[in-house]
Each structure stands twice: as C-alpha cells, then as structure tokens.
C-alpha cells in the first residue's frame, strides 16, 4: 500500500519538476528584456560621448545610418570601392582619450578584402565609399568596433575607436 509520506514526496517532486519547467522561460524572457534595454541604453550613452569628443575637438562629421560617424578630408576622383576589392590603407586607430593602438607607422600598412570581415564592421561598410587617395577619419561606436570584449589585445572591451586612414591602393577584383 502507498504510504501518505509517499504521496507527499511524490506531489513536492511534481510540484518542484513544474516549478523548474515555468521559471527559466519566464526568466529568458526577463533576461532578454533587460539586455535590449541595457543595449539601448548603452548604445545612447556612446552617442552622447562621441558627440561630445566632437564638439571638442571642433570635428565637423556626419553620421551614417547605422551609428558611425565620419568625414572625408580629401575625396578620391576615382571609382569607389566595391566588394571584393582589395584596399591598401595607412592608418592610425586610437582611442578617444588619443592612446593609439595601431598605426601602419609600426605595424605597417593594412591590407584587406572587402566583404571578408577581415576588419571592423564599420570600417567596412564606410571604406565602400571612398576610393584611392582618399583620407577620411572615422569614429567607430564599439558594436562596429570591437564590441565587449576589445580585439584581446590593445583595444579594451566597448572602446570607441577613432580611426584615421588613406586609401593608398585598391586592386579591383574581377566579377565572375
């Protein structure tokens, strides 16, 4: 015969089994929540900075669509660049309080396929439109940068990245 203490133990196992299936979905939810907003709130406070190191330092830049800011100081009269294309650049990328990390002075010029995410997302969607001899600074929030963790080396996590660069070649890759 079943004993009553049988039975108890038997609904408190039920009722914690029902209790763990309920809690982490409502907590996902809760979690998930709270990080879009941390998000927002994160993404506002890097505006406001870099809006601020704008002003300044007199920087007169615009503002692309999806958060970088930039200005062109010399235009190219050549095509622009396209996916695909390999680009030559000398660089300098800083911090905004003007530490640098890397500069193609030391660590010599920069090379990359565009569309290869071989570099900062946001440094790839600009570059497509420059074109070569152009030089153009560019300020790079840290979701087109290197995002929370940095790049493990001289770039800390969420660093607002300056970047100062010259198209010096573009190798125009065939369309197949």
Known sequence: MISVKTIAISILLAGLLLACKQKPQEKKRVTKDMLLEMNKKLVGTETKVIEKY???????????????????????????IRMNDQVVLAYTTSL?????????????????T????????GLEQFIQQL????????????????????????????????????VVEVHRVPAE
């Open 54 to 80: 704008i002003e300044d330092k007199g920087l007169q830049m615009e503002k692309s669509k999806t958060g970088y800011y930039y200005s062109v100081s010399n235009a190219s009269t050549g095509d622009t």
């Open 96 to 112: 905004l309080d003007g530490t640098i990390c890397y500069s193609s002075a030391t660590e010599g010029l920069m090379s990359f």
């Open 114 to 121: 565009v569309g290869k995410a071989q570099v900062e997302a």
């Open 131 to 166: 074109g070569p001899g152009s030089i153009a600074k560019l300020i790079l929030p840290p979701y087109l940068a290197h995002g929370v963790g940095g790049d493990g080396n001289k770039i800390p996590k969420l660093a607002i990245l300056i970047m100062d660069i010259e």
